[in-house]
């Protein structure tokens, strides 16, 4: 965190330790879950969907996330609109705040300096990667070059000010053209370099290693040297996905089959020599992935694998994995939360888990669709139902 305000943020993010607990049935309780409350939206239709969906958590407690509703759009009856916010357990939720003619922002991280990293978009569909400090400075850090379309993201910020992004760049293979994906890189001084090219950054450690995904291939950087190990080299049909790195040097992410983004996929680790170990679906399903590393687990989610039909499925499951065995993540909490735990996106070095879900008895919410006839006129079809989701913090019983 930054001088001053950021240490008092930073020793409001702790948590407190409980005893064991049993819960119903004899079930072994292994987490605390605290459900997030986002800051309100006036602007929600009532009786519609809401979203809290997580990104991260710090080593503080502090959890990155967004919140996403329908509203009456500019352009369309219904649009749906995305505020990020961040969270922590004894100030609660702040919004990062609203800019000049912004449509919302999306955060992507909130490391341990205080920092969250995102994207913000503008009325005029521009993206630009921004860095926020609550309290504190809100900067664009990543904004493209004239020419090239805007759709920069930043992503994540290591404790020594490395900064993450990516976004569209000119290719000297192609002079003109702004068709590649480049990862970006920015020094604490503030210089901008780029970095891999075909895909993006996902995360960095207190050692400045990122890990990401550069076409097909997972890969492991260091950011201040360029030093850059193919963690897994994929192909045609198969693709690598680094997603979270430890500060001792453990990747958490996965294989995709024949899609980068939307294919099924299988959770895997690598250890600091760039070993990779694949870790087990749930029994009974049929793909899996792995989202972020702790010290000793790893976390993601099973289920069918319709990552992209279906991103918010009902049917996938929050799971750890400790010691390459699979667990449903919601064996080891209370079955009087009354929650179903469907991904869990982080853990910190305390061993707390971000995850979201949604709550079994809150009644189903509108989510129209939107469709145009042959004159362009739009037509929403409300007959579809969903759930609501929301953010839960699990806090490990010591």
């Given at each position: 965190m930054k001088p001053t305000a950021l240490i008092a943020c930073a020793l409001a993010l702790g948590y407190a330790s409980l005893a064991s607990a049993t819960g119903p049935s004899g079930q072994t309780t292994r987490y605390r879950v605290t459900e997030i409350d986002s800051p309100a939206d006036a602007a929600c239709l009532p009786g519609h969907v809401v979203r809290d969906i997580p990104w991260g958590i710090n080593d503080f407690g502090g959890v990155a996330a967004d919140h996403s509703c329908l509203i009456v759009g500019p352009f369309a009856p219904v649009v749906l609109t995305t505020h990020g916010f961040v969270w922590s357990p004894w100030?609660?939720?702040?919004?990062?705040?609203?800019?000049?003619?912004?449509?919302?922002?999306?955060?992507?991280?909130?490391?341990?300096?205080?920092?969250?990293?995102?994207?913000?978009?503008?009325?005029?569909?521009?993206?630009?990667?921004?860095?926020?400090?609550?309290?504190?400075?809100?900067?664009?850090?990543?904004?493209?070059?004239?020419?090239?379309?805007?759709?920069?993201?930043?992503?994540?910020?290591?404790?020594?000010?490395?900064?993450?992004?990516?976004?569209?760049?000119?290719?000297?293979?192609?002079?003109?053209?702004?068709?590649?994906?480049?990862?970006?890189?920015?020094?604490?001084?503030?210089?901008?370099?780029?970095?891999?090219?075909?895909?993006?950054?996902?995360?960095?450690?207190?050692?400045?290693?990122?890990?990401?995904?550069?076409?097909?291939?997972?890969?492991?950087?260091?950011?201040?040297?360029?030093?850059?190990?193919?963690?897994?080299a994929g192909g045609a049909t198969n693709f690598g996905r680094a997603q979270d790195i430890n500060d001792d040097g453990e990747v958490a992410g996965y294989l995709s089959q024949q899609n980068k983004f939307c294919g099924q996929a299988s959770a895997v680790k690598w250890d600091r020599d760039g070993r990779m170990q694949s870790l087990p679906h749930l029994a009974g399903q049929v793909s899996s992935r792995a989202h972020a590393v702790g010290d000793d687990e790893v976390v993601g989610q099973s289920g069918p694998g319709l990552y992209c039909d279906q991103p918010y499925s009902e049917d996938e499951r929050a799971v750890i994995w400790k010691n390459r065995r699979a667990t449903d993540l919601n064996s080891l909490i209370s079955r009087r939360q009354g929650v179903t735990l469907t991904r869990a996106v982080g853990v910190n070095s305390r061993g707390q888990i971000v995850a979201f879900g949604f709550r079994n008895d809150e009644p189903l919410a509108e989510c129209p669709v939107l469709t145009w006839d042959e004159d362009d006129n739009p037509i929403l079809d409300y007959t579809p139902k969903c759930r609501n989701f929301h953010t839960f913090v699990l806090t490990p019983f010591h």
């Open positions: 100030s609660g939720s702040l919004a990062v705040p609203p800019q000049p003619d912004n449509l919302g922002t999306h955060v992507q991280s909130f490391n341990n300096r205080g920092e969250v990293f995102g994207r913000e978009l503008d009325n005029s569909g521009s993206a630009f990667g921004f860095e926020w400090t609550p309290y504190g400075p809100y900067e664009r850090v990543f904004v493209a070059p004239p020419g090239c379309g805007r759709i920069d993201v930043a992503v994540a910020g290591s404790i020594d000010g490395f900064s993450l992004g990516f976004g569209l760049r000119p290719d000297a293979s192609t002079p003109g053209s702004c068709a590649t994906v480049k990862w970006l890189i920015r020094t604490p001084w503030g210089d901008i370099s780029e970095g891999p090219s075909g895909g993006q950054p996902w995360d960095i450690n207190s050692r400045n290693v990122a890990v990401g995904d550069a076409g097909s291939a997972a890969v492991r950087v260091h950011v201040p040297s360029g030093w850059t190990q193919v963690l897994f």
